[in-house]
């Protein structure tokens, strides 16, 4: 089997250890029905998801990554003072500046790293993943926590039923070290973006462009705006392409995974992507019934879930994939190297 890169000459990067945390408040679609136009129903039919989990108000998104961090160290059996770099993909950082990397850094103690916040939603980990390969592969590194977190749950208007049934909030973090002699880690990637797609997800006001004010907030524009068809149809599509294009270069198909763990936006999307890749759904994690979309959290904690329920094994050959605001969209081909 050929695989696409890095060269032979680079030294490959592996996930070491992975750890994960949601905040232990749970909202149900029982308990959505009582706030909106609603049912449980509706939901569970039309995305898949049953609960997610909410950060109480003064839990930030440092909060949640630096707990995920902490497991995933425990994971490892390492101090936090082994750590040498720490990105955060995130599109709720804590606060403008400094990034959500500072924060963790100071909360989890891990005082020799150096580290920045990486934002492209939805993708956000996958593209903070390869981020960190190329600092393990390059030489230069050789211990990166990649976490993705989000507390989309401060950005939502839970009366806009057409959203506030999709989000939770959540964290996941993987440390990444050199593969050894006999392991290959992380393989190949595909990302892209698509920025024709940015009006169909976003968070209107709050930037440069249109800094909080009395109208903007009136107008609630600090919410999450979301053209869900629009969104779906490219996701849909675009999943399943970006997959493919990993798998075709490589020479395997869907049958040759063991486990392809998507981004969890919505139950159909990723039914329709295993499909097309002619991976039986056993294969397929699905885990938005218990966490909704937390975004940047959302593949970490789905490799969580499928590790606890025995569906990841040393040696697995793994696809990830996600897509998401901006347009993103991005996919990673991965030998899991855990027990
Ligand atoms: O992670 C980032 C990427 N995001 C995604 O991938 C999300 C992609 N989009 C989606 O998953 C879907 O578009 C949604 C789940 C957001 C919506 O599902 P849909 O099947 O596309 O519904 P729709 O927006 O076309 O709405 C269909 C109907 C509408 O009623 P009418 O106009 O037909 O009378 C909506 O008002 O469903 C109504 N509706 C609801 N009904 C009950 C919308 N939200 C709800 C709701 N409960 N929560």
């Known amino acids: 089997m050929s695989l696409a890169r890095p060269p032979r000459s680079l030294q490959r990067a592996k996930i070491s250890a992975l750890g994960t945390f949601v905040p232990p408040r749970v909202l149900t679609n029982a308990d959505l029905e009582k706030m909106v136009d609603t049912s449980d129903q509706w939901i569970v039919e039309r995305t898949g998801i049953r609960e997610r989990h909410i950060a109480e108000t003064g839990v930030a998104t440092s909060d949640l990554a630096a707990e995920a961090a902490r497991r995933c160290l425990a994971d490892r059996g390492l101090d936090a003072e082994a750590v040498e770099v720490i990105i955060v993909a995130t599109v709720t950082p804590d606060m403008p500046f400094p990034s959500t990397a500072c924060l963790v850094q100071e909360k989890i103690g891990a005082h020799h790293a150096w580290g920045f916040d990486l934002g492209a939603a939805c993708s956000g980990f996958l593209y903070a993943l390869q981020v960190g390969a190329k ?40 440390l990444l070290e050199p593969a050894g ?22 968070l209107p006001a709050g930037g440069r462009l249109r800094p909080r004010g009395a109208v903007t907030v009136a107008n609630k524009e600090h919410f999450v705006y979301q053209d869900g068809q629009t969104v779906y149809k490219f996701a849909v599509r675009k999943m399943a392409e970006i997959a493919e294009k990993v798998l075709v270069r490589n020479h395997l198909t869907g049958k ?11 139950r159909r999307i990723i039914e329709s992507t295993a499909q097309r890749l002619g991976m039986p759904m056993e294969c397929v994690l699905i885990n938005i019934d218990r966490y909704g979309n937390t975004i940047a959290a959302t593949v970490p904690l789905a490799m969580g879930t499928a590790r606890e329920e025995g569906k990841l094994h040393r040696g697995d050959m793994v696809l990830l994939a996600s897509v998401g605001a901006g347009f993103t969209a991005g996919a990673t081909l991965l030998r899991w190297e855990l027990d």
């Open 135 to 174: 600092l393990i592969e390059s030489g230069a590194q050789s211990r990166v926590m990649v976490i993705g977190a989000d507390t989309l749950s401060t950005m939502i208007d839970y009366t806009d039923r057409s959203t506030c049934i999709l989000f939770g909030d959540g964290a996941g973090a993987v």
């Open 181 to 202: 002699e006999s392991e290959q880690g992380l393989l190949d990637y595909a990302h892209e973006i698509d920025g024709s797609g940015a009006p169909a997800l976003r």
């Open 256 to 266: 040759d995974l063991a486990c392809f763990i998507p981004h969890q936006a919505n």
